[in-house]
Protein backbone atom coordinates (compact mmCIF):
# COMPACT_ATOMS: atom_id res chain seq x y z
CA UNK A 1 0.00 0.00 0.00
CA UNK A 2 3.29 1.90 0.10
CA UNK A 3 3.74 2.21 -3.23
CA UNK A 4 0.31 3.48 -3.91
CA UNK A 5 0.96 6.50 -1.86
CA UNK A 6 3.74 7.26 -3.22
CA UNK A 7 3.05 6.89 -7.13
CA UNK A 8 -0.08 8.46 -6.56
CA UNK A 9 0.12 11.98 -7.49
CA UNK A 10 2.40 11.10 -10.27
CA UNK A 11 -0.99 9.53 -11.18
CA UNK A 12 -2.75 12.40 -10.59
CA UNK A 13 -0.87 14.66 -12.65
CA UNK A 14 -0.80 12.24 -15.31
CA UNK A 15 -4.79 11.77 -14.86
CA UNK A 16 -4.84 15.23 -15.09
CA UNK A 17 -3.75 15.86 -18.04
CA UNK A 18 -5.08 12.93 -20.17
CA UNK A 19 -8.57 13.66 -18.25
CA UNK A 20 -7.90 17.80 -20.77
CA UNK A 21 -7.59 15.23 -23.74
CA UNK A 22 -10.29 13.70 -23.08
CA UNK A 23 -12.44 16.56 -22.71
CA UNK A 24 -10.77 17.95 -25.65
CA UNK A 25 -11.99 14.67 -27.80
CA UNK A 26 -15.67 14.62 -26.22
CA UNK A 27 -16.43 18.24 -27.45
CA UNK A 28 -17.74 17.83 -30.71
CA UNK A 29 -19.75 14.95 -29.29
CA UNK A 30 -21.33 16.94 -26.59
CA UNK A 31 -22.07 19.18 -29.35
CA UNK A 32 -23.68 16.72 -31.59
CA UNK A 33 -25.07 14.33 -29.42
CA UNK A 34 -25.55 16.32 -26.20
CA UNK A 35 -27.30 19.51 -27.83
CA UNK A 36 -28.78 18.51 -31.07
CA UNK A 37 -29.52 14.49 -29.81
CA UNK A 38 -27.91 12.60 -33.12
CA UNK A 39 -27.05 9.41 -32.24
CA UNK A 40 -23.42 10.56 -33.71
CA UNK A 41 -22.06 7.02 -33.27
CA UNK A 42 -19.48 7.70 -35.96
CA UNK A 43 -17.73 10.91 -34.06
CA UNK A 44 -14.95 8.26 -33.05
CA UNK A 45 -14.66 7.35 -36.57
CA UNK A 46 -14.35 10.67 -37.77
CA UNK A 47 -11.76 11.79 -35.53
CA UNK A 48 -9.68 8.55 -36.32
CA UNK A 49 -10.21 9.80 -39.90
CA UNK A 50 -8.86 13.18 -38.87
CA UNK A 51 -5.69 11.59 -37.32
CA UNK A 52 -5.05 10.09 -40.29
CA UNK A 53 -5.41 13.29 -42.67
CA UNK A 54 -3.32 14.94 -39.98
CA UNK A 55 -0.21 11.92 -40.68
CA UNK A 56 -1.03 12.49 -44.23
CA UNK A 57 -0.16 16.45 -43.89
CA UNK A 58 2.66 15.90 -41.61
CA UNK A 59 4.56 13.52 -43.87
CA UNK A 60 4.34 16.80 -46.30
CA UNK A 61 6.45 18.15 -43.59
CA UNK A 62 3.45 20.18 -41.71
CA UNK A 63 3.27 20.30 -37.83
CA UNK A 64 0.25 18.23 -36.67
CA UNK A 65 -1.01 20.91 -34.65
CA UNK A 66 -1.30 23.40 -37.41
CA UNK A 67 -2.42 20.21 -39.75
CA UNK A 68 -5.08 20.07 -37.87
CA UNK A 69 -6.02 23.73 -37.66
CA UNK A 70 -5.72 23.60 -41.83
CA UNK A 71 -8.60 20.03 -41.51
CA UNK A 72 -10.81 22.42 -39.70
CA UNK A 73 -12.84 23.78 -42.42
CA UNK A 74 -13.19 20.65 -44.68
CA UNK A 75 -14.24 19.04 -41.63
CA UNK A 76 -16.66 21.61 -41.17
CA UNK A 77 -17.68 21.24 -44.43
CA UNK A 78 -17.81 17.19 -44.33
CA UNK A 79 -19.92 17.46 -40.95
CA UNK A 80 -22.99 20.07 -42.85
CA UNK A 81 -23.07 17.30 -45.74
CA UNK A 82 -23.62 14.48 -43.38
CA UNK A 83 -26.24 16.11 -40.94
CA UNK A 84 -27.85 17.36 -44.37
CA UNK A 85 -27.93 13.81 -45.78
CA UNK A 86 -29.39 12.38 -41.85
CA UNK A 87 -31.76 14.99 -42.06
CA UNK A 88 -33.23 14.19 -45.21
CA UNK A 89 -32.74 10.58 -44.78
CA UNK A 90 -34.33 10.07 -41.28
CA UNK A 91 -35.51 13.57 -39.01
CA UNK A 92 -37.81 14.68 -41.65
CA UNK A 93 -39.35 11.59 -41.96
CA UNK A 94 -39.73 11.37 -37.66
CA UNK A 95 -40.79 7.98 -37.10
CA UNK A 96 -38.61 5.17 -36.24
CA UNK A 97 -35.77 7.21 -37.02
CA UNK A 98 -34.20 5.83 -33.38
CA UNK A 99 -33.30 2.96 -34.45
CA UNK A 100 -32.39 3.33 -38.38
CA UNK A 101 -30.76 6.32 -37.11
CA UNK A 102 -28.48 4.68 -34.84
CA UNK A 103 -27.65 2.03 -37.70
CA UNK A 104 -26.73 4.36 -39.84
CA UNK A 105 -24.16 6.07 -38.33
CA UNK A 106 -22.77 2.60 -37.06
CA UNK A 107 -22.36 1.98 -40.68
CA UNK A 108 -20.87 5.25 -41.43
CA UNK A 109 -18.25 4.08 -39.00
CA UNK A 110 -18.13 0.83 -40.03
CA UNK A 111 -17.14 1.86 -43.88
CA UNK A 112 -14.78 4.71 -42.26
CA UNK A 113 -12.81 2.21 -40.45
CA UNK A 114 -12.57 -0.48 -42.93
CA UNK A 115 -11.84 2.52 -45.84
CA UNK A 116 -8.99 3.58 -43.75
CA UNK A 117 -7.52 -0.47 -43.24
CA UNK A 118 -8.08 -0.65 -46.86
CA UNK A 119 -5.49 2.44 -47.52
CA UNK A 120 -3.01 2.44 -44.69
CA UNK A 121 -3.36 -1.49 -43.15
CA UNK A 122 -3.23 -2.54 -39.82
CA UNK A 123 -0.25 -1.17 -38.94
CA UNK A 124 -0.38 1.90 -35.91
CA UNK A 125 0.74 5.03 -37.25
CA UNK A 126 2.13 8.36 -35.43
CA UNK A 127 3.61 11.90 -36.28
CA UNK A 128 7.14 13.11 -36.22
CA UNK A 129 7.66 16.54 -34.08
CA UNK A 130 9.49 18.68 -31.70
CA UNK A 131 7.38 17.55 -28.89
CA UNK A 132 7.23 14.00 -29.88
CA UNK A 133 9.02 11.82 -27.61
CA UNK A 134 10.83 14.13 -25.03
CA UNK A 135 9.78 15.39 -21.40
CA UNK A 136 9.51 17.56 -19.18
CA UNK A 137 10.88 17.43 -15.64
CA UNK A 138 8.28 18.58 -12.42
CA UNK A 139 10.50 17.90 -9.44
CA UNK A 140 10.67 14.55 -9.39
CA UNK A 141 7.86 13.64 -11.73
CA UNK A 142 9.03 13.06 -15.73
CA UNK A 143 5.64 14.39 -17.90
CA UNK A 144 5.89 13.83 -21.70
CA UNK A 145 5.81 17.14 -23.76
CA UNK A 146 3.04 15.50 -26.22
CA UNK A 147 0.82 15.30 -23.05
CA UNK A 148 1.27 18.55 -22.24
CA UNK A 149 1.09 20.24 -25.84
CA UNK A 150 -2.42 18.16 -26.11
CA UNK A 151 -3.78 19.49 -22.75
CA UNK A 152 -2.89 23.08 -23.83
CA UNK A 153 -4.21 22.65 -27.30
CA UNK A 154 -7.87 21.21 -25.46
CA UNK A 155 -7.88 24.32 -22.89
CA UNK A 156 -7.63 26.53 -25.82
CA UNK A 157 -10.22 24.39 -27.58
CA UNK A 158 -12.56 24.39 -24.78
CA UNK A 159 -12.74 28.12 -24.09
CA UNK A 160 -12.54 29.36 -27.58
CA UNK A 161 -16.04 26.60 -27.76
CA UNK A 162 -17.21 27.99 -24.65
CA UNK A 163 -17.08 31.37 -25.37
CA UNK A 164 -18.72 30.95 -29.04
CA UNK A 165 -21.93 29.04 -27.54
CA UNK A 166 -22.10 32.19 -24.74
CA UNK A 167 -21.19 34.89 -26.69
CA UNK A 168 -22.18 34.63 -30.34
CA UNK A 169 -25.63 34.94 -31.84
CA UNK A 170 -25.22 31.67 -33.76
CA UNK A 171 -23.82 29.81 -30.21
CA UNK A 172 -27.12 31.25 -28.16
CA UNK A 173 -29.04 30.23 -31.38
CA UNK A 174 -27.58 26.57 -31.26
CA UNK A 175 -28.21 26.52 -27.26
CA UNK A 176 -31.98 27.90 -28.38
CA UNK A 177 -31.97 24.92 -30.78
CA UNK A 178 -31.05 22.29 -27.82
CA UNK A 179 -33.39 24.22 -25.14
CA UNK A 180 -36.53 24.22 -27.59
CA UNK A 181 -37.03 23.72 -31.25
CA UNK A 182 -40.45 24.39 -31.78
CA UNK A 183 -40.69 27.52 -29.89
CA UNK A 184 -37.32 28.10 -32.18
CA UNK A 185 -39.23 27.59 -35.17
CA UNK A 186 -42.50 29.93 -34.22
CA UNK A 187 -40.22 33.03 -34.14
CA UNK A 188 -39.34 32.34 -37.62
CA UNK A 189 -36.18 30.90 -37.59
CA UNK A 190 -34.54 27.58 -39.31
CA UNK A 191 -33.93 25.12 -36.80
CA UNK A 192 -32.36 22.88 -39.55
CA UNK A 193 -30.08 25.32 -40.68
CA UNK A 194 -28.83 26.06 -36.93
CA UNK A 195 -28.27 22.27 -36.21
CA UNK A 196 -26.31 22.29 -39.91
CA UNK A 197 -24.06 24.61 -38.84
CA UNK A 198 -23.21 23.03 -34.95
CA UNK A 199 -23.07 20.00 -36.53
CA UNK A 200 -20.28 21.30 -39.27
CA UNK A 201 -18.75 22.53 -36.05
CA UNK A 202 -19.16 19.40 -34.37
CA UNK A 203 -17.20 17.68 -36.71
CA UNK A 204 -14.68 20.59 -37.15
CA UNK A 205 -13.56 20.35 -33.65
CA UNK A 206 -13.20 16.48 -34.46
CA UNK A 207 -10.69 17.12 -36.80
CA UNK A 208 -8.11 19.28 -34.39
CA UNK A 209 -9.13 16.28 -32.39
CA UNK A 210 -7.91 13.69 -34.16
CA UNK A 211 -4.39 15.63 -34.49
CA UNK A 212 -4.22 16.01 -30.71
CA UNK A 213 -5.02 11.76 -31.00
CA UNK A 214 -2.06 11.25 -33.07
CA UNK A 215 0.20 13.38 -31.20
CA UNK A 216 -0.70 11.70 -28.19
CA UNK A 217 -0.02 8.24 -29.48
CA UNK A 218 0.38 5.98 -32.36
CA UNK A 219 -3.20 5.44 -34.40
CA UNK A 220 -4.79 2.74 -35.66
CA UNK A 221 -8.03 1.96 -37.82
CA UNK A 222 -10.04 0.46 -34.89
CA UNK A 223 -8.86 2.75 -32.31
CA UNK A 224 -12.48 4.51 -32.76
CA UNK A 225 -13.97 1.88 -30.58
CA UNK A 226 -11.98 2.27 -27.27
CA UNK A 227 -12.84 5.95 -27.81
CA UNK A 228 -16.70 5.62 -28.44
CA UNK A 229 -16.69 4.38 -24.77
CA UNK A 230 -14.55 7.31 -23.63
CA UNK A 231 -16.22 10.09 -25.50
CA UNK A 232 -19.65 8.98 -24.86
CA UNK A 233 -19.07 8.02 -20.89
CA UNK A 234 -17.56 11.66 -20.88
CA UNK A 235 -20.37 13.11 -22.78
CA UNK A 236 -22.85 11.45 -20.74
CA UNK A 237 -20.99 11.59 -17.42
CA UNK A 238 -21.26 15.71 -17.95
CA UNK A 239 -24.94 15.84 -18.31
CA UNK A 240 -26.09 16.26 -21.87
CA UNK A 241 -24.33 19.56 -24.09
CA UNK A 242 -22.49 20.62 -20.95
CA UNK A 243 -18.85 22.24 -21.86
CA UNK A 244 -17.76 22.67 -18.08
CA UNK A 245 -19.54 19.01 -17.71
CA UNK A 246 -17.27 18.29 -20.35
CA UNK A 247 -14.37 19.00 -18.89
CA UNK A 248 -15.08 18.24 -15.55
CA UNK A 249 -16.24 14.58 -16.96
CA UNK A 250 -13.28 14.37 -19.29
CA UNK A 251 -10.96 14.98 -15.94
CA UNK A 252 -12.96 12.54 -13.65
CA UNK A 253 -12.34 9.94 -16.34
CA UNK A 254 -8.35 10.91 -17.00
CA UNK A 255 -7.70 10.66 -13.23
CA UNK A 256 -10.19 7.11 -12.15
CA UNK A 257 -8.04 5.67 -15.73
CA UNK A 258 -4.95 6.68 -14.67
CA UNK A 259 -5.15 5.17 -11.29
CA UNK A 260 -6.72 1.77 -12.36
CA UNK A 261 -3.75 1.78 -14.70
CA UNK A 262 -1.09 2.13 -12.35
CA UNK A 263 -2.80 -0.14 -9.80
CA UNK A 264 -3.90 -2.94 -11.67
CA UNK A 265 -1.89 -2.80 -15.18
CA UNK A 266 -3.02 -1.29 -18.78
CA UNK A 267 -5.22 -4.64 -19.33
CA UNK A 268 -7.76 -2.94 -16.96
CA UNK A 269 -7.39 0.36 -18.25
CA UNK A 270 -10.08 0.46 -21.25
CA UNK A 271 -12.76 -0.73 -19.26
CA UNK A 272 -12.55 2.22 -17.09
CA UNK A 273 -14.37 4.67 -19.20
CA UNK A 274 -17.43 1.59 -20.31
CA UNK A 275 -17.97 1.05 -16.47
CA UNK A 276 -18.22 4.54 -15.60
CA UNK A 277 -20.49 4.94 -18.33
CA UNK A 278 -23.06 2.11 -17.00
CA UNK A 279 -22.83 3.41 -13.48
CA UNK A 280 -23.94 6.77 -14.57
CA UNK A 281 -26.58 5.66 -16.63
CA UNK A 282 -27.64 3.14 -14.22
CA UNK A 283 -28.08 5.22 -11.26
CA UNK A 284 -27.69 9.02 -12.29
CA UNK A 285 -28.79 9.10 -16.08
CA UNK A 286 -28.51 13.06 -16.07
CA UNK A 287 -25.49 13.12 -15.72
CA UNK A 288 -23.36 15.90 -13.16
CA UNK A 289 -24.60 18.79 -14.69
CA UNK A 290 -27.60 17.82 -16.47
CA UNK A 291 -30.02 19.91 -17.97
CA UNK B 1 -50.14 -24.69 -39.36
CA UNK B 2 -48.27 -23.93 -42.20
CA UNK B 3 -45.21 -22.95 -40.08
CA UNK B 4 -44.80 -25.69 -38.70
CA UNK B 5 -45.25 -27.52 -41.95
CA UNK B 6 -42.49 -25.23 -42.57
CA UNK B 7 -40.30 -26.15 -40.03
CA UNK B 8 -41.04 -29.75 -40.43
CA UNK B 9 -39.23 -29.07 -44.27
CA UNK B 10 -36.35 -27.18 -42.52
CA UNK B 11 -35.81 -30.20 -40.39
CA UNK B 12 -36.05 -32.77 -43.56
CA UNK B 13 -33.94 -30.31 -45.50
CA UNK B 14 -30.93 -30.16 -42.57
CA UNK B 15 -31.22 -34.18 -42.15
CA UNK B 16 -30.85 -34.33 -46.35
CA UNK B 17 -28.06 -32.45 -46.32
CA UNK B 18 -26.05 -33.68 -43.52
CA UNK B 19 -26.66 -37.26 -44.83
CA UNK B 20 -25.46 -36.56 -48.38
CA UNK B 21 -23.19 -33.73 -48.48
CA UNK B 22 -19.45 -35.15 -48.62
CA UNK B 23 -17.80 -31.97 -48.40
CA UNK B 24 -16.22 -31.06 -44.96
CA UNK B 25 -15.55 -27.51 -45.86
CA UNK B 26 -19.31 -27.35 -46.53
CA UNK B 27 -20.56 -27.77 -42.99
CA UNK B 28 -17.65 -25.35 -41.86
CA UNK B 29 -19.02 -22.84 -43.83
CA UNK B 30 -22.58 -23.77 -43.07
CA UNK B 31 -22.03 -23.28 -39.51
CA UNK B 32 -21.16 -20.07 -39.77
CA UNK B 33 -24.44 -19.13 -41.62
CA UNK B 34 -26.36 -20.76 -39.36
CA UNK B 35 -25.26 -18.95 -36.11
CA UNK B 36 -26.09 -15.47 -38.19
CA UNK B 37 -29.31 -17.00 -38.32
CA UNK B 38 -29.82 -17.61 -34.84
CA UNK B 39 -28.02 -14.37 -34.06
CA UNK B 40 -29.94 -12.10 -36.18
CA UNK B 41 -33.36 -13.77 -34.85
CA UNK B 42 -32.26 -12.92 -31.76
CA UNK B 43 -31.04 -9.48 -32.13
CA UNK B 44 -34.66 -8.78 -34.08
CA UNK B 45 -36.40 -9.63 -30.89
CA UNK B 46 -35.57 -6.61 -29.04
CA UNK B 47 -33.86 -4.34 -32.13
CA UNK B 48 -36.79 -5.53 -34.91
CA UNK B 49 -39.86 -5.39 -32.48
CA UNK B 50 -39.39 -3.24 -29.86
CA UNK B 51 -36.91 -0.58 -31.81
CA UNK B 52 -34.11 -0.46 -29.07
CA UNK B 53 -30.64 -1.16 -30.90
CA UNK B 54 -28.18 -3.71 -29.13
CA UNK B 55 -24.76 -3.75 -30.03
CA UNK B 56 -23.75 -5.97 -28.03
CA UNK B 57 -24.32 -9.46 -29.43
CA UNK B 58 -20.12 -9.94 -28.74
CA UNK B 59 -20.58 -9.95 -25.29
CA UNK B 60 -23.49 -11.97 -25.12
CA UNK B 61 -22.22 -14.22 -28.03
CA UNK B 62 -18.82 -14.35 -26.14
CA UNK B 63 -20.34 -15.13 -23.14
CA UNK B 64 -21.89 -17.84 -24.08
CA UNK B 65 -18.84 -19.78 -25.46
CA UNK B 66 -16.96 -19.23 -22.48
CA UNK B 67 -19.52 -20.42 -20.48
CA UNK B 68 -19.13 -23.19 -22.22
CA UNK B 69 -15.34 -23.10 -22.56
CA UNK B 70 -14.20 -23.02 -18.99
CA UNK B 71 -17.66 -25.73 -18.06
CA UNK B 72 -15.56 -27.89 -20.58
CA UNK B 73 -12.37 -27.11 -19.21
CA UNK B 74 -13.82 -27.65 -15.92
CA UNK B 75 -15.88 -30.75 -15.83
CA UNK B 76 -15.75 -32.59 -19.69
CA UNK B 77 -19.46 -31.23 -19.51
CA UNK B 78 -21.40 -32.77 -22.46
CA UNK B 79 -21.95 -30.12 -25.69
CA UNK B 80 -25.84 -29.78 -24.55
CA UNK B 81 -25.47 -29.04 -21.32
CA UNK B 82 -23.09 -26.25 -22.33
CA UNK B 83 -25.56 -24.78 -24.25
CA UNK B 84 -27.84 -24.78 -21.42
CA UNK B 85 -25.71 -23.27 -19.03
CA UNK B 86 -24.44 -21.05 -21.76
CA UNK B 87 -27.85 -19.09 -22.40
CA UNK B 88 -28.59 -19.55 -18.57
CA UNK B 89 -25.59 -16.93 -17.99
CA UNK B 90 -26.33 -15.14 -21.16
CA UNK B 91 -30.07 -14.72 -20.15
CA UNK B 92 -28.69 -13.08 -16.93
CA UNK B 93 -26.59 -10.90 -18.71
CA UNK B 94 -28.97 -9.40 -20.44
CA UNK B 95 -31.66 -9.39 -17.48
CA UNK B 96 -28.67 -7.23 -15.29
CA UNK B 97 -28.16 -5.34 -18.89
CA UNK B 98 -31.91 -4.31 -19.39
CA UNK B 99 -32.41 -3.56 -15.64
CA UNK B 100 -29.94 -1.36 -15.35
CA UNK B 101 -30.12 0.58 -19.02
CA UNK B 102 -33.86 0.17 -20.44
CA UNK B 103 -35.62 2.81 -18.63
CA UNK B 104 -33.33 5.26 -21.03
CA UNK B 105 -33.89 6.49 -24.50
CA UNK B 106 -32.58 3.75 -26.54
CA UNK B 107 -29.80 5.15 -27.64
CA UNK B 108 -28.62 4.86 -24.05
CA UNK B 109 -29.21 1.58 -24.29
CA UNK B 110 -27.24 0.93 -27.53
CA UNK B 111 -24.18 2.62 -25.91
CA UNK B 112 -23.91 0.93 -22.87
CA UNK B 113 -24.46 -2.85 -24.70
CA UNK B 114 -21.13 -1.83 -26.54
CA UNK B 115 -19.89 -1.36 -23.13
CA UNK B 116 -20.97 -4.64 -22.00
CA UNK B 117 -18.68 -5.66 -24.57
CA UNK B 118 -15.74 -4.43 -23.65
CA UNK B 119 -16.51 -4.85 -19.90
CA UNK B 120 -16.63 -8.76 -20.77
CA UNK B 121 -13.61 -8.92 -23.00
CA UNK B 122 -11.63 -7.47 -20.41
CA UNK B 123 -12.84 -9.78 -17.88
CA UNK B 124 -11.91 -12.57 -19.69
CA UNK B 125 -8.43 -10.94 -20.75
CA UNK B 126 -7.59 -10.89 -17.16
CA UNK B 127 -9.06 -14.48 -16.71
CA UNK B 128 -6.04 -16.50 -15.82
CA UNK B 129 -7.75 -19.91 -15.75
CA UNK B 130 -10.11 -18.86 -18.75
CA UNK B 131 -6.75 -18.51 -20.88
CA UNK B 132 -6.13 -14.79 -20.59
CA UNK B 133 -4.88 -13.10 -23.56
CA UNK B 134 -3.62 -15.67 -25.22
CA UNK B 135 -6.59 -17.81 -24.95
CA UNK B 136 -7.41 -21.26 -24.41
CA UNK B 137 -6.66 -24.87 -26.51
CA UNK B 138 -9.63 -27.39 -26.10
CA UNK B 139 -9.66 -30.99 -27.28
CA UNK B 140 -12.20 -31.70 -28.76
CA UNK B 141 -14.65 -35.09 -27.74
CA UNK B 142 -15.30 -37.61 -30.14
CA UNK B 143 -18.24 -37.11 -31.79
CA UNK B 144 -21.48 -38.64 -30.99
CA UNK B 145 -22.74 -41.26 -33.13
CA UNK B 146 -24.39 -41.16 -35.78
CA UNK B 147 -22.05 -38.60 -36.58
CA UNK B 148 -18.56 -39.09 -38.19
CA UNK B 149 -17.34 -35.93 -38.02
CA UNK B 150 -17.73 -33.42 -34.97
CA UNK B 151 -18.25 -30.19 -37.70
CA UNK B 152 -20.60 -32.27 -39.38
CA UNK B 153 -22.70 -32.85 -35.76
CA UNK B 154 -21.96 -28.94 -34.65
CA UNK B 155 -23.55 -28.29 -38.23
CA UNK B 156 -26.79 -29.90 -37.29
CA UNK B 157 -26.74 -28.84 -33.23
CA UNK B 158 -26.36 -25.37 -35.10
CA UNK B 159 -29.34 -25.73 -37.60
CA UNK B 160 -31.67 -26.91 -34.43
CA UNK B 161 -31.02 -23.85 -32.81
CA UNK B 162 -31.79 -21.79 -35.66
CA UNK B 163 -35.18 -24.01 -35.92
CA UNK B 164 -36.05 -23.39 -32.52
CA UNK B 165 -34.59 -19.29 -32.28
CA UNK B 166 -37.25 -18.80 -35.03
CA UNK B 167 -40.15 -20.71 -33.40
CA UNK B 168 -39.46 -18.57 -30.30
CA UNK B 169 -38.84 -15.84 -32.61
CA UNK B 170 -42.35 -16.08 -34.47
CA UNK B 171 -44.34 -17.03 -31.52
CA UNK B 172 -43.25 -13.76 -29.50
CA UNK B 173 -43.90 -12.04 -32.50
CA UNK B 174 -47.53 -13.32 -32.76
CA UNK B 175 -48.47 -13.31 -29.10
CA UNK B 176 -49.54 -10.37 -27.13
CA UNK B 177 -45.91 -9.60 -26.34
CA UNK B 178 -45.01 -8.93 -29.47
CA UNK B 179 -47.97 -6.68 -29.81
CA UNK B 180 -46.40 -4.80 -26.83
CA UNK B 181 -43.31 -4.56 -28.48
CA UNK B 182 -44.58 -3.18 -31.76
CA UNK B 183 -46.54 -0.98 -29.47
CA UNK B 184 -42.94 0.58 -27.24
CA UNK B 185 -41.10 0.66 -31.03
CA UNK B 186 -43.82 2.91 -32.39
CA UNK B 187 -44.67 5.05 -29.32
CA UNK B 188 -43.64 4.48 -26.14
CA UNK B 189 -45.05 7.34 -24.06
CA UNK B 190 -48.39 6.01 -25.94
CA UNK B 191 -47.95 2.73 -24.88
CA UNK B 192 -47.18 3.48 -21.43
CA UNK B 193 -50.42 5.52 -21.50
CA UNK B 194 -52.48 2.71 -22.47
CA UNK B 195 -51.05 0.22 -19.93
CA UNK B 196 -48.74 -1.77 -21.50
CA UNK B 197 -45.95 -3.05 -18.93
CA UNK B 198 -43.41 -1.59 -21.15
CA UNK B 199 -40.14 -2.23 -18.77
CA UNK B 200 -41.24 -5.58 -18.22
CA UNK B 201 -41.53 -6.58 -21.92
CA UNK B 202 -38.31 -4.41 -23.19
CA UNK B 203 -36.03 -6.81 -19.80
CA UNK B 204 -38.08 -9.85 -21.17
CA UNK B 205 -37.28 -9.19 -24.62
CA UNK B 206 -33.57 -8.63 -23.86
CA UNK B 207 -33.26 -12.37 -21.54
CA UNK B 208 -34.67 -14.10 -24.32
CA UNK B 209 -32.59 -12.48 -27.24
CA UNK B 210 -29.30 -12.54 -24.85
CA UNK B 211 -30.07 -16.04 -23.96
CA UNK B 212 -30.72 -17.18 -27.74
CA UNK B 213 -27.68 -15.21 -28.28
CA UNK B 214 -25.43 -17.12 -25.77
CA UNK B 215 -26.52 -20.85 -26.72
CA UNK B 216 -25.54 -19.07 -30.42
CA UNK B 217 -21.99 -18.73 -28.73
CA UNK B 218 -21.67 -22.23 -26.79
CA UNK B 219 -20.70 -24.11 -29.59
CA UNK B 220 -17.78 -21.90 -30.71
CA UNK B 221 -15.18 -23.25 -28.87
CA UNK B 222 -15.97 -26.59 -30.21
CA UNK B 223 -16.05 -25.47 -33.23
CA UNK B 224 -12.49 -24.22 -33.77
CA UNK B 225 -11.00 -26.32 -30.36
CA UNK B 226 -9.62 -23.30 -29.06
CA UNK B 227 -11.05 -19.51 -28.03
CA UNK B 228 -9.45 -16.38 -27.32
CA UNK B 229 -11.19 -12.94 -26.30
CA UNK B 230 -10.41 -10.50 -28.74
CA UNK B 231 -11.68 -12.23 -31.82
CA UNK B 232 -14.64 -14.34 -29.23
CA UNK B 233 -15.81 -10.46 -28.63
CA UNK B 234 -15.33 -9.75 -31.82
CA UNK B 235 -17.59 -6.58 -33.23
CA UNK B 236 -17.84 -8.19 -36.53
CA UNK B 237 -20.60 -10.19 -34.91
CA UNK B 238 -22.46 -7.08 -34.08
CA UNK B 239 -22.36 -5.76 -37.23
CA UNK B 240 -23.88 -8.94 -38.69
CA UNK B 241 -26.19 -9.56 -35.96
CA UNK B 242 -27.82 -5.64 -36.73
CA UNK B 243 -27.28 -5.60 -40.57
CA UNK B 244 -29.39 -9.22 -41.41
CA UNK B 245 -32.53 -7.73 -40.13
CA UNK B 246 -31.74 -4.17 -41.67
CA UNK B 247 -31.30 -6.15 -44.74
CA UNK B 248 -34.06 -8.55 -44.47
CA UNK B 249 -36.48 -6.69 -42.82
CA UNK B 250 -37.26 -6.26 -39.03
CA UNK B 251 -41.04 -6.55 -38.78
CA UNK B 252 -41.34 -10.33 -39.72
CA UNK B 253 -39.70 -12.97 -38.09
CA UNK B 254 -38.42 -14.39 -41.81
CA UNK B 255 -36.63 -11.02 -42.25
CA UNK B 256 -33.11 -11.68 -40.42
CA UNK B 257 -33.27 -15.31 -41.43
CA UNK B 258 -33.18 -13.84 -45.25
CA UNK B 259 -30.95 -11.22 -44.17
CA UNK B 260 -28.61 -13.60 -42.38
CA UNK B 261 -28.77 -16.31 -45.21
CA UNK B 262 -27.50 -13.85 -47.85
CA UNK B 263 -25.41 -11.86 -46.12
CA UNK B 264 -23.78 -14.56 -44.22
CA UNK B 265 -23.22 -16.24 -47.43
CA UNK B 266 -21.85 -13.65 -49.32
CA UNK B 267 -19.51 -12.86 -46.93
CA UNK B 268 -18.29 -16.71 -46.81
CA UNK B 269 -17.71 -16.07 -50.33
CA UNK B 270 -16.04 -12.91 -50.50
CA UNK B 271 -13.62 -13.89 -47.24
CA UNK B 272 -12.58 -16.68 -49.19
CA UNK B 273 -12.16 -15.29 -53.09
CA UNK B 274 -11.62 -11.56 -51.87
CA UNK B 275 -10.52 -10.51 -48.49
CA UNK B 276 -12.13 -10.08 -45.12
CA UNK B 277 -11.73 -6.23 -45.10
CA UNK B 278 -13.83 -5.80 -48.31
CA UNK B 279 -16.60 -8.29 -47.00
CA UNK B 280 -16.67 -5.86 -43.92
CA UNK B 281 -16.93 -3.05 -46.09
CA UNK B 282 -19.70 -4.54 -48.17
CA UNK B 283 -22.12 -5.16 -45.18
CA UNK B 284 -20.99 -1.50 -43.96
CA UNK B 285 -22.50 -0.61 -47.71
CA UNK B 286 -25.12 -2.48 -48.02
CA UNK B 287 -26.37 -1.98 -44.59
CA UNK B 288 -26.51 1.99 -44.62
CA UNK B 289 -28.11 1.73 -48.65
CA UNK B 290 -30.84 -0.63 -47.20
CA UNK B 291 -31.41 1.67 -44.03
CA UNK B 292 -31.20 4.65 -46.43
CA UNK B 293 -33.48 3.53 -49.48
CA UNK B 294 -35.21 0.38 -48.30
CA UNK B 295 -36.31 1.09 -44.61
CA UNK B 296 -38.67 -2.15 -44.39
CA UNK B 297 -36.19 -4.36 -46.09
CA UNK B 298 -35.95 -7.01 -48.80
CA UNK B 299 -39.20 -8.05 -47.43
CA UNK B 300 -41.02 -4.72 -47.67
CA UNK B 301 -39.38 -4.16 -51.36
CA UNK B 302 -41.52 -8.00 -51.79
CA UNK B 303 -44.40 -6.92 -50.68
CA UNK B 304 -43.88 -3.42 -52.66
CA UNK B 305 -44.18 -5.60 -55.33
CA UNK B 306 -46.87 -7.86 -54.94
CA UNK B 307 -48.77 -4.89 -54.53
CA UNK B 308 -48.30 -3.47 -57.52
CA UNK B 309 -48.78 -6.31 -59.69
CA UNK B 310 -51.76 -7.05 -57.95
CA UNK B 311 -53.44 -3.71 -59.02
CA UNK B 312 -51.97 -3.38 -62.20
CA UNK B 313 -53.79 -6.79 -63.00
CA UNK B 314 -56.82 -5.53 -61.80
CA UNK B 315 -56.33 -2.34 -63.87
CA UNK B 316 -55.97 -4.85 -66.78
CA UNK B 317 -58.79 -6.73 -65.84
Known amino acids: MGMFWELLPEAILFGILLGGFYAAVSMGLSVSFGLLDVPNVAHPAIMVFGSYCTYLLAQQGLDPIVAGVLLMPPFFLLGMAVYRFYYEAFERRGAEAGVRGIAFFFGVALIIEVGLILAFGVDQRMVEAAYVGVAASVGEIRIPLRMLVAFGVAVVLTVALTLYMSRTFTGRAIKAVAQDEPALRLMGADPVRIKQWAFGIATGVSALAGAMLIIVGPVEPALDRVYIGRTFAVVVLAGLGSMTGTVAAGLILGISESIVLMQFGASWAPAVSFALLLAVLGFRPQGLFGR | ?317
Open chain 2, 1 to 317: MRFWLGTAIAAAALATVAGTVKYEYFFFAGYTVLMFVVLATAWNILGGYAGYVNFGTPAFFGLGAYTAAVLYKATALPLALQIAAAATMAGLLGLAAGLLTLRLRGIFFAIATIALVVIMETVFINWRYAGGATGLQLLRPAPIPPFESYTKMLFVVMGVMAIAAVAIARYIERSWVGRGLRAIRDSEEAAEANGVPTLRLKVFACVVSGALMGAAGAPMPMYLSFIEPASTFNLNYAVGALASPMIGGTAHWAGPVIGAMLLASLQQIVTVTVSNEINVLLVGVLLVIFIVAAPEGIIGLAQKLRRKLASRRKAAR
